[in-house]
């Protein structure tokens, strides 16, 4: 099958930026691609590397990549390239294909339906402002706490505060993005090992320590993140959480037979998607909730800046950038 290959690029600001122990995210840059096959079908795809520094390698490699190629030839080049591009052009090839199809609304956009992430500068009052929305929603809520921006006295405070106000009603996840080391870890799992509110332990360790982090979940659950990125073959390994981002993958269709064929313990992530790399989220989270251990996924909605790169018709963004 011949392909015609195109790509645009693409920058936006969050809403409001986003911290965590390693980096601040406050624009996201990134390009949209999309294919054409010989017989008119039409496929999108989202390159969006989460640090800045991968921008140059993916611009530099997504150049090499001719207007007009064949499939076996796409497949094979990329291969070598960043994961980020290996996703997008796969992402294409499997909206071509049929692999996935889309629907054309997912209900992602309520307050309930996605894991809330909490500001780190001001975690209590943040904290209050959603337990006031809620009681006027009625429904469970989730929300995600990013740790180790602090000192880890301070935020132990918190977290006795934030435990003494949330009802079951209430889940959290507390993300440390590799920052701890182990007796902080350790420390943290203690308080939190018989706490019913706690979903999991994000990657309180960092990615190397794999056997820290193996001990640690026979305490608590502790869902991968980083370390899944670092060694993918710890998807198939690791017996706990998985944090799993499908734009950072090299193919997100391998997510997607896992969803269907029912694995568990996987919670779907944003790495700041577009409305293209969105409909992947949103597809694959629907397909979580349909799991043995639903969810609600992490989508960083109240972080989504109002702009038509978040429209959910893949053509209409493509034809406004």
């Known amino acids: ?27 996201k840059s990134g390009w949209i691609i ?9 496929g999108f795809g989202e390159v969006s590397p989460l640090y800045s520094k991968d921008l140059k390698k993916c611009s530099k490699q997504l150049n090499m990549i001719p207007e007009h190629v064949e499939v076996f030839k796409l497949s094979e080049q990329i291969n070598i390239f960043h994961p980020c591009i290996q996703s997008a052009i796969n992402s294409a090839l499997a909206e071509i294909n049929g692999k996935i199809i889309f629907k054309k609304k ?49 935020e132990e405070a918190s977290l006795e505060e934030i435990l003494s106000q949330i009802g079951n009603n209430i889940k959290l ?17 203690d308080i939190l090992k018989d706490n019913k509110n706690i979903d999991w332990l994000e990657q309180p360790l960092c990615v190397d320590d794999i056997d820290g982090l193996k001990e640690l979940n026979k305490k608590i659950p ?19 959480w998985q944090i799993r981002r ?21 919670s779907i992530s944003t790495s700041f998607e577009t ?13 979580q909730l349909q799991g043995p251990t639903p969810k609600v996924p992490g989508l960083a909605m109240n972080r989504i800046p109002d702009s038509f790169l978040f429209l959910d018709e893949a053509q209409k963004i493509w034809d406004q950038l």
């Open 34 to 42: 999309k294919l054409i096959s010989n017989d008119k079908k039409i």
């Open 222 to 240: 502790i869902a991968l993140d980083e370390s899944l990125l670092k060694f993918p073959n710890l998807i198939d390994e690791w017996k706990g």
């Open 1 to 27: 099958m011949n392909l015609i290959f195109k790509k645009k690029s693409y920058c936006f600001s969050l809403s409001t930026k986003v911290e965590n122990s390693k980096t601040t995210y406050l624009t």
């Open 275 to 287: 409305g293209i790399g969105n409909r992947w989220l949103y597809h694959l989270a629907s397909l």
């Open 173 to 189: 996840r507390i993300d440390a993005n590799g920052s701890w080391g182990r007796e902080i870890a350790y420390r943290w799992a």
């Open 106 to 154: 997912y209900y992602f956009d309520e307050i309930d339906n996605t894991a809330i992430l909490l500001n780190p500068k001001n975690v209590i009052s943040d904290l209050n402002k959603i337990k006031k929305r809620q009681s006027n929603i009625g429904k469970s809520l989730t929300i995600k706490w990013k740790v180790a921006l602090k000192n880890n006295h301070e």
């Open 246 to 266: 499908p734009s950072q993958e090299n193919n997100p269709v391998k997510l997607l037979r896992e969803l269907e064929n029912k694995k568990a313990l996987i």
